[in-house]
Structures are given as structure tokens and as C-alpha cells.
């Protein structure tokens, strides 16, 4: 079973760690007053629970009434050999079981039993939030991928239940139509939305602001 201290309120952040086995894992939690449900970040390549654009929207979620977990799929020594191979990154099933083994613990944890757990994933993440929902479609509520490479889960696709929420650049185009196809295989509640101007890191002015308050509405109607 995992192990993860956690930081209750609004404000409050904290460096945590995640032990899953024999790997520790960086993550930060925070619980808001009153929160509805738990969104789990799964962010891609080059990216951590540090990263501006994942703390943004996490801070979006939670003044929503959301809880979240933003950590790390991958340990400092996993980092060190994928920034080598850059085989890790892409190890979808890998990445979708460490989400999965967070979400059990929290799902146990008193100050999150009983929340919904909903997934926020990014990139390669995208498609390890969708193979986890599709192998846990009994404790997978809903998901939301950003810029993500849902084509990465494959056959799994077709298996995932909950509502899923794709969203993509507007000009992120190979992304936009892989996301399109991926759309098609999905058999559950799904959309698409484009961000109009927007590119793959969804860097231009207020797009990524309308990315996180999507998802917030997204999670907010069905983590309750």
C-alpha cells in the first residue's frame, strides 16, 4: 500500500511522498473544505507536479471544491535512466498501474474515503488515464486529457466507461487529429473541444485558463 501524509485546506501545499513497494514517488495533496472528489494529475514527458501549468489548473480545481494529487509517475532513479532511453515516458501500462496504486490508497485514506476519483492527464499521461479507467472502470469516474496522446492506449480505448473530456490546441494539429480518431473509439459520454489559437503546450494568453475551468466543470459534474 502506498504511503502519503496528507495536507488538508485551500492554501496549504507540501512536498509528500508516495511509497508504492520499493518505489518512492514526489507528490503534493491538497484537500479544500467540503471537496466533492479527487483528481489525480498524470503529467507527460519533461513535466512534474512543479510544473507551472499543472499547479494552475490544480489551483482552478480546487477553488471548484476538487481535491488533487499532483506527483510524480516516476522515481528520481527512473527519471535519471528515462532522460537516457526515454522508454519509461512511453510505458503506458507502467504509468496507468502507479496511478491506480495512488488512487487505492487515497480511496482508503480517511481524509479522502468515499471521494470520486477523477484523472487529469497530459500527453503520454492522457493515454495512462485512459488505460487505467479502462482496466478500473468501476473506480475511474472521469478523465480529462490536455494535449494528450489518447492513441497511446490503444486498444484499451474501447474499453474506457467514464465520461471523458479531450481538449486540444487548435493548432497543435497532429495532436488535434490523433485525439479526432482516438474520439471514435471511445464507446462511453465523450467530447472534443479545441482551444481557438492555442498549440500543444497551450502557452498563448488566458488558453490555458480555459482549459483548467473545462475541466473543473467536467470533474465537478460527476465526482459528487
Partial sequence: MPHLSIATGRTHHETEHIQLGKVTLRGQIDVPEGATGIVL???GSGSSR????NQLVARILRSAGLATLLFDLLSQE?????NKTRHLRFDIKLLAERLMEAATWLESSSHTQGLKVGFFGSSTGG?????????????VHAVVSRG????LAGASLQNVKCPTLLIVGERDESVLNLNRQALQRLNCVKELITIPGA?????????????AVLAADWFKSRLV
Fill in 41 to 43: 494529475f498524470a503529467h
Fill in 50 to 53: 512543479l510544473s507551472p501549468r
Fill in 78 to 82: 527512473e527519471e535519471q535512466i528515462d
Fill in 127 to 139: 493515454a495512462a488515464a485512459l488505460e487505467a479507467a479502462a482496466t478500473h472502470s468501476d473506480r
Fill in 148 to 151: 494528450g496522446r489518447p492513441d
Fill in 199 to 211: 498549440t500543444h503546450l497551450f502557452e498563448e494568453a488566458g488558453a490555458l485558463e480555459k482549459v
